[in-house]
């Protein structure tokens, strides 16, 4: 049996037109005429001695001997693709792409990336706001917040902030609201972007740790943390929130924490990455350039008598 391989082109052709199921899409694709491509996937039928795809009036569909092919091939330019990328990204020693939640993002990391910027000029910093967990090689990304419990195996990975949840309003609003039983029947605001937290650290357990019970509360319910505070910022209501969201609405005094008991949970903001790469000069300077940012953020925020959320 002959395993010499059929040229790259041939087998790139195949893969497009597997793919698509479709010599015209895999032809636009790939950036030659339909002609071409067909002229490759011809060569591979060659070379192969069988052919791969079933011609159909106006349509294609695999042979058998094109569905064993298929998979691998596919497999094996997604790898070749990982391995370009993780290639490339050590010559970009000028680039850095951070991905962060949506809330952390906006709350955190925008209002002062004016500072890393001006800073570090020579670095072109590039975010994506998502929570969806990326993949550092795939997704090129350099160094990744998350928020949770960890888990972060085979990466370097360190606690960036731990944070405490209490109840913020308006100062206008905390007027009327000066104590927590006040709150039974004020509009409540709820993150439940924070729901996998296990135990729970919502309404229900802030209620019960002030000897209030576990009284029926009803509430505006928001997908996302940085919605959430919003809506408080607006005097829509009272929202509880992580202090680290909230922080520069608790500092600029638009948003107050007025009660002195807080919960506190082992879930917690990470600075993650691939291992070794936290020496890199554009990933160890926006890690400094964030520890000295996180520190004087809390430094500035109120203190507050925390409460494990597992002792409720």
């Known amino acids: 049996m002959n395993d010499r391989l059929p040229p790259l082109t041939a087998l790139r052709a195949f893969e497009a037109a597997a793919r698509h199921m479709s010599f015209a899409q895999a032809a636009a694709e790939l950036n030659v005429t339909p002609a071409a491509l067909s002229f490759q996937i011809k060569s591979l039928e060659e070379h192969l001695g069988a052919p791969v795809f079933r011609r159909l009036n106006r349509a294609v569909e695999l042979t058998e001997e094109g569905e064993a092919l298929r998979a691998g091939v596919h497999d094996g330019f997604d790898l070749i693709t990982t391995a370009w990328r993780s290639a490339r990204r050590q010559t970009q020693s000028n680039t850095l792409t951070v991905t962060a939640g949506p809330a952390f993002t906006a709350k955190v990391l925008a209002p002062r990336l004016f500072q890393f ?49 209490a109840p913020m309003m308006t100062p206008a609003l905390a007027k009327d609201l000066d104590t927590p039983e006040k709150l039974l029947a004020a509009p409540l605001i709820f993150d439940d972007s924070v729901d996998f937290l296990s135990p729970k650290a919502d ?31 607006a005097g829509g209501g009272v929202v509880l929130a992580r202090s680290t969201v909230a922080a520069h609405h608790l500092i600029d005094g638009q948003l107050v924490a007025p009660f002195d008991l ?46 494990p959320v597992s002792e409720i």
Not at 117 to 145: T, Y
Not at 205 to 232: C, E, M, R, Y
Not at 262 to 273: D, G, I, K, N
Not at 278 to 306: N, Y
């Open 117 to 165: 910027a001006q800073a570090h000029p020579d670095i072109d910093l590039r975010f994506s706001a998502s929570l969806r967990i990326m993949d550092f090689v795939r997704d090129d990304i350099d160094v990744a917040i998350r928020f949770g419990y960890g888990g972060d195996e085979g990466l370097y990975s360190r606690a960036l902030i731990r944070e405490w949840i």
């Open 262 to 307: 807080a919960l506190s949970t082992e879930a917690h903001f990470r600075f993650v990455c691939p291992k070794g790469h936290e020496t890199k000069s554009q990933v160890a300077a926006f890690s400094d350039w964030l520890d000295q940012e996180i520190g004087a953020l809390t430094r500035r925020l109120p203190q507050k008598t925390l409460l």
């Open 203 to 233: 309404w229900a357990k802030w209620f019960k740790a002030n000897g209030l019970g576990t009284p029926l509360i009803k509430g505006s319910h928001f997908s996302q943390a940085d919605h959430a505070v919003d809506a408080a910022l």
